[in-house]
Every structure is written in C-alpha cells, then in structure tokens.
C-alpha cells in the first residue's frame, strides 16, 4: 500500500499518544540558568558514529553531536514517566527513532551537543500503531453528524442511513482536523461545541447491543466534501481530475496526491452495494451470483473493510465517463480541494440512489482512525 493520508493519520495518531513526555518536555520553558540550552524533537535520519541527523517536527535538519558521558534513555510508547525509562547505549539508537535531544547549541547555530537523549524506538512505535489500528477497527464507529446536543453531551450520527446517538462523558477527548489536512499533527484540540452538523466524525468508544447507542472515548471530526459524479476530464501531469457533481450540478476539480486513497469497485460488488441502496436482499438477486456482491449486500458494518481489501488504483485508471464517489478537503481560494479517499466504478450505487448519503468517509479507506462500526 502506497503512503497514505493514513500513514500521517496512523502514525500522527500513534505519536500523539507515544510523545506525550517527549513534547511536553521540548515545549518545557528552558531553565533561566542554562543559557544556550535546546531541546528539540524528531526522528533519526541518520547515524555516524556519534552524530546524527534529526528530521525535527519543525521541519528542518539538525545536526547532533552526542558528548561522550551523554545520559540516553529508552521510554516505551504510552509511558509518562521518565523514572521508568530504561538506560540504552548509543549503538541502541537506529534511523527512524523519535528523539527528543538536549544539549547546547553550537556557534554555527545548526548542531546541537547532546547531553540527554531520550528514545522511543521505531519497532516500540509500530507496535503501537498496530495495537491502536486494530483498537480503532474494533471499537470504532464513522459516520456524518446530523445533530448536536451539547446541554445533553449528545451527537446524533448518520452511519449507512441509520440514526446512532454518540454519547460523551467529561473523559472523552476531542480533535478537529485543518481545513486542508487530515494529518493527525495538524489537528487541535477541541470540544463538543466544535462540532457541526455535516462534520464527518469517528469515535472509539463502545456501542449497545441493537447499534442504536455508542459510548465515545475519542473523538475526531472534520468538515470534509462528498462529491459524486462523472469524471470529465484527467490530467495526469497536473495530478487532478474534474468531476460533474450531481449534488451542485457543476464541475469540480480535486487535485490527486501521494496521500490520495484510490480504489475501484467490482462490478459485482457495485452492483450488490445498489442493490443493498435500494433495500433489496441477497435472494432478490438476479443473474450469477458472486462473492463480493453478496459480501457487500450482507454486511453493511463490514463495507469499510471489503473496500480496504481492493487493490489500489492510479489516477491513469479513471477514464472520462467514470462514476466516482469522493471524500476530500474543503479545499480553499485558490487551493483546490485534495482527495483523501476516491472510489470509482459506482455508476450502478448513483443510477440507484443518486441523492444518497455517501457511505465513505475521510478514513473508510485508510488506517486508523479506522475499520467499521
């Protein structure tokens, strides 16, 4: 699978709760006393002997010399205390690293003599990441906000055309996305009163025996675009496509990036997700039978992870004429919107119900937050 705008998800999601000394202590005031002391936070790009190239959070390159003598502790993911951190050598550390270096910055004013290192090593990190993926695909729930009842700590969420009332409780947390990212680090903290109906929201958290009542934990939330249509035209040297949506009856240009998730539907498949839109059922179905279609018709709470399962597609796959269904950024003046999930091959979901909810949302396609309700 290609770079995702669920790997910055993923991982951003994983960091936010692995870094928490980490940041907490790069963002610490320094000491009044220890002039010319820094701290600062990233990954390891590179090691030579003692010096390493840090990639910091900031975006820039720093070059770190480590002083022999220099205090270097191992801190596992979800630990918040430096008393439990394990001493390590500096043949532990490896490329790929999140560090948090302090030291004293040099002359040139672009090294940094370390003398404390602390560590969260890349296999600890994806570890993590994979706990927490398969925590979020277990317990988590993805749908379109239609009512928000702040006196009452309540959201009503639409999930495949069903009413579900997210409840909060003074523990759950909240993030909002950027208008142009959903990168877990560009997200804020938030609360219930950020939140809007036709936000795209997920939560973890934990659901009554009909679905009908969900319990959050965490919640994320954006204000994302569903554009439904036919592609009019590709430009694959610009990366972008334009799209003729049915809901505002004009084109609509999505650029296409790195991070974009593109899939195409089976025909079977489609042709089982349209008949499940109209409130068929499986032996309702006429002409051969197929695997796919009768997965997609049966289990609508599982949809998410069937698309999961299709092979990538590029840009070059889409054609003129082809039916897609998008989930992407607001977008901007003069910045188009960016596709965060495109799912092509649809024609026979919009001749079906061509004014339906989308069933995708920012993240039906990618990591964490991810899986199905």
């Not at 560090?99 to 570890?127: F, N």
């Amino acid at each position: 699978m290609k770079k995702s705008v669920v790997r910055g998800l993923a991982l951003a999601l994983l960091l936010a709760v692995a870094s928490t000394v980490l940041s907490a202590q790069a963002t610490a005031p320094a000491n009044p006393a220890a002039a010319g002391v820094v701290k600062q936070l990233g990954s390891i790009r590179k090691i030579t002997g003692a010096d390493l190239s840090l990639a910091t959070d900031q975006g820039t390159e720093l070059a770190v010399k480590v002083q022999p003598g220099a205090r270097i502790l191992h801190l596992a993911p979800g630990q918040t205390d430096l008393k439990v951190a394990a001493p390590i050598q500096l043949s532990d550390l490896q490329a790929g690293d999140r560090i948090l270096v302090r030291g004293k910055l040099d002359a040139d004013g672009a090294t940094v003599d370390a003398s404390a290192v602390i560590v969260m090593k890349q296999q600890d990190i994806a570890q993590r990441k994979q706990q927490e993926l398969i925590d979020w695909q277990r317990r988590g729930i993805g749908g379109l906000v239609k009512q928000v009842d702040i006196q009452g700590g309540n959201i009503t969420l639409s999930v495949s055309n069903k009413a579900v009332i997210v409840s909060t409780t003074p523990k759950t947390t909240f993030k909002r996305y950027a208008p142009d990212s959903v990168k877990w680090e560009d997200a804020t903290a938030a609360r219930l009163s950020d939140i809007h109906p036709g936000d795209q929201l997920r939560a973890k958290g934990s659901k009554n025996e009909d679905g009908t009542q969900f319990t959050a934990e965490e919640i994320v939330a954006g204000t994302f675009r569903n554009i439904s249509g036919l592609v009019t035209s590709v430009d694959s040297a610009q990366g972008s496509l334009t799209v003729q949506d049915l809901a505002t009856k004009k084109p609509v240009t999505v650029k296409i990036t790195a991070d974009s998730q593109m899939k195409l539907l089976p025909a079977q498949m489609a042709k089982g997700l349209a008949m499940r839109m109209r409130g068929a059922t499986p032996a309702a179905a006429s002409g051969p039978r197929d695997a796919d279609a009768d997965a997609a018709r049966r289990h609508g709470g599982d949809l998410n992870q069937l698309l999961a399962r299709l092979p990538a597609a590029s840009l070059g796959d889409l054609q003129k004429g082809e039916a897609v269904m998008i989930v992407s950024t607001e977008g901007s003046p003069g910045r188009p919107p960016i596709a965060i999930t495109l799912l092509g091959g649809v024609e026979p979901i919009l001749t079906a119900a061509p004014s339906a909810e989308s069933f995708l949302t920012p993240w039906s396609l990618a990591s964490a937050p991810a899986g199905d309700q």
